[in-house]
């Protein structure tokens, strides 16, 4: 079993920064995708970006040039570093990560968080 635990959610103004963590933890094998979803209410949950093993990253159009993301793999911890933070940013962040664990090596697995509330407002 693996688990995910985020944090660094908050309050923050417009124009505002915030830093989410996420560790990831449990019978880790191999890691093999790590990223940031938020769900806000009312609508459906988005990809905000995601980081591969080798580094790769992918972002939402909303959040390029705004948000970082990055990992340190021997932590097997994924960041999100978020600047310009926009009131159209309030939403609940769920970090995902695709993993194996050493029961099944060979056979990854799909994790989510409970998420941390990110608000944005004045």
């Known amino acids: 079993q693996v688990q995910l635990v985020e944090s660094g959610g908050g309050l923050v103004q417009p124009g505002g920064s915030l830093r989410l963590s996420c560790v990831a933890s449990g019978r880790i094998f191999s890691i093999y995708v790590m990223g940031w979803y938020r769900q806000a209410p009312g609508k459906q949950r988005e990809l905000v970006a995601q980081i591969l093993s080798g580094g790769s990253t992918n972002y939402a159009d909303s959040v390029k040039g705004r948000f970082t993301i990055s990992r340190d793999n021997a932590k097997n911890t994924v960041y999100l570093q978020m600047n310009s933070l926009k009131p159209e940013d309030t939403a609940r962040y769920f970090c995902?990560?695709?993993?194996?664990?050493?029961?099944?090596?060979?056979?990854?697995?799909?994790?989510w968080g409970q998420g941390t509330q990110v608000t944005v407002s004045s």
């Open positions: 995902h990560a695709v993993v194996s664990d050493y029961v099944r090596p060979g056979t990854p697995d799909s994790y």
